[in-house]
């Protein structure tokens, strides 16, 4: 079965304390892998795409990158305004192209 | 930035009744997805739409549950008798090209089944 486990399920940090979100998929074909942003009552906001093993995308304060069963979510430096839901998800190589979402961890980055 | 625009932000219905969700995808997108997020719980895939038929669709996505796009603006998700169950955060989204790329998810639909 087709399957996204992130952890851990809540991170609380202190501002400008470094971390990493782990997620790791079992799924029969990967057409890629995003990492969403969510906060209380929104949509996910779309932050990176990584399709292969060894890639790395930046943006900010955050760094993903992705192994062949992993991707972690790095945080470097956060502030408090980084604090919200991320979101990992995993696209098929099925014929609608269906995506399927881990339960996310839900950060919070304190003053 | 071009955005998804979903209507209404909530609704509240009798248990049996039918409802519309209505989602404004953005306009030169031509894949369209429906997925829910019961509260507390992870985003669920519902169903994907091209070129006026369903692509792919979830266990979920009973005969309770059709999408339509009756023009070239709209795109629905229609609940045909609610459940207690049904109630849940809908979520829109659209993508120009489903191979490659994020969503471009809307706010919701907050449904609550009363």
């Known amino acids: 079965e087709d399957q996204v486990t992130q952890s851990p399920e809540a991170l609380r940090l202190q501002e400008g304390e470094s971390s990493s979100l782990n997620c790791s998929y079992t799924?029969?074909?990967?057409?890629?892998l995003f990492w969403y942003r969510q906060d209380p009552g929104k949509g996910p906001e779309f932050l990176f795409t990584l399709y292969s093993a060894g890639e790395e995308k930046e943006k900010e304060r955050l760094k993903a990158t992705l192994t062949k069963k992993e991707s972690f979510l790095h945080i470097t430096a956060p502030k408090p305004e980084d604090s919200a839901t991320y979101l990992c998800?995993?696209?098929?190589?099925?014929?609608?192209?269906?995506?399927?979402f881990g339960a996310g961890t839900r950060l919070f980055v304190k003053a | 930035e071009p955005e998804v625009t979903q209507t209404p932000s909530h609704q509240v219905t009798q248990m049996g009744q039918e409802v519309i969700l209505r989602c404004v995808p953005i306009?030169?997108?031509?894949?369209f997805y429906w997925y829910r997020q019961i509260l507390g719980q992870k985003v669920e895939f519902l169903v994907s739409f091209y070129n006026n038929e369903i692509s792919e669709k979830s266990e979920i996505f009973d005969d309770q549950f059709s999408v339509e796009r009756p023009d070239g603006s709209n795109f629905t998700l229609k609940i045909r008798s609610t459940k207690l169950e049904d109630s849940a955060m809908y979520f829109c989204a659209s993508r120009d090209d489903p191979s490659s790329g994020g969503y471009t998810f809307g706010s919701g639909t907050r449904l609550t089944v009363v």
């Open positions: 799924v029969s074909g990967l057409r890629g």
């Open positions: 306009s030169n997108h031509l894949y």
């Open positions: 998800a995993v696209r098929l190589n099925t014929g609608g192209f269906k995506t399927i």
